[in-house]
């Protein structure tokens, strides 16, 4: 699936960095407290930590695949659509969502604007925060990935990137969050 025809600014530093296949191999275990980073968030015009939330509520760190402003990973652009469309229920369970892609500012905000995206998109072109995470990367951009840290920055939920299975569905989301935000209501 293209989502269009327009393949400009797809080959860059980005592409190259990323294009030898490295897989998905997280280390980050359960029950951790995981890495704390910040980067700027496209969609409020702000920075975000991620540990400006511990003590607060629970984050979904949805790492995602998209090339350029123009160019999604087939696998990923249904999920972006899915997550920005139930981006009202998590917060409403007390859930932050926070999209992190490799695309630079000024993709990231033709993103914003052409998704009407709600939740915040982090942007990290550096794709430093990836790698932190070990997302894994392949042909020219890094891996999809889900993790779900509770309001402490304890990891509770990780799905890393396979053909088989893509990204985390929402389902599955929506099940991780509900104990975690029973504990803090």
Same mark, same amino acid.
């Given at each position: 699936? /293209?989502? @269009?025809? !327009? +393949? ?28 704390? +980073?910040?980067?700027?968030?496209? *969609?409020?015009? #702000?920075?975000?930590? /991620?540990?400006?939330?511990? $003590?607060?509520?629970? =984050?979904? /760190? ?12 087939? %696998? ?17 369970? $007390? =859930?932050?969502?926070?999209?992190? *892609? @490799? ?7 033709? =993103?914003?604007? !052409? ?10 072109? @550096? ?7 070990? =997302? $894994? ?7 999809? $990935?889900? %993790? ?10 990780? #799905?890393?990137?396979?053909? +088989? !299975? #893509? ?5 599955? /989301?929506?099940?991780?969050? !509900?104990?975690?935000?029973?504990? *803090?209501?």
């Amino acid at each position: 699936m /293209l989502t @269009s025809n !327009d +393949f400009s600014g797809l080959i860059n530093r980005r592409f190259w960095d990323n294009f030898f296949p490295i897989p998905a191999t997280s280390d980050l275990r359960l029950g951790i407290k995981t890495p704390d +980073f910040q980067l700027p968030d496209i *969609t409020n015009g #702000h920075l975000i930590r /991620l540990s400006q939330f511990r $003590g607060d509520r629970p =984050v979904i /760190l949805a790492f995602t695949r998209i090339f350029t402003e123009k160019q999604y990973c087939p %696998f990923c652009y249904p999920h972006i659509k899915a997550l920005n469309e139930q981006y009202e229920e998590f917060v409403k369970r $007390g =859930v932050e969502v926070l999209m992190i *892609t @490799s695309t630079d500012e000024r993709q990231s905000k033709i =993103v914003v604007k !052409d998704l009407g995206l709600k939740m915040p998109l982090l942007s990290d072109p @550096s794709c430093g925060i990836f790698r932190l995470y070990q =997302v $894994g990367q392949a042909l020219g951009a890094p891996l999809p $990935g889900q %993790f779900v840290v509770d309001q402490n920055g304890i990891l509770k939920y990780k #799905h890393l990137f396979s053909f +088989f !299975d #893509h990204n985390a569905s929402i389902k599955t /989301l929506l099940e991780v969050i !509900d104990p975690l935000t029973t504990q *803090t209501v």
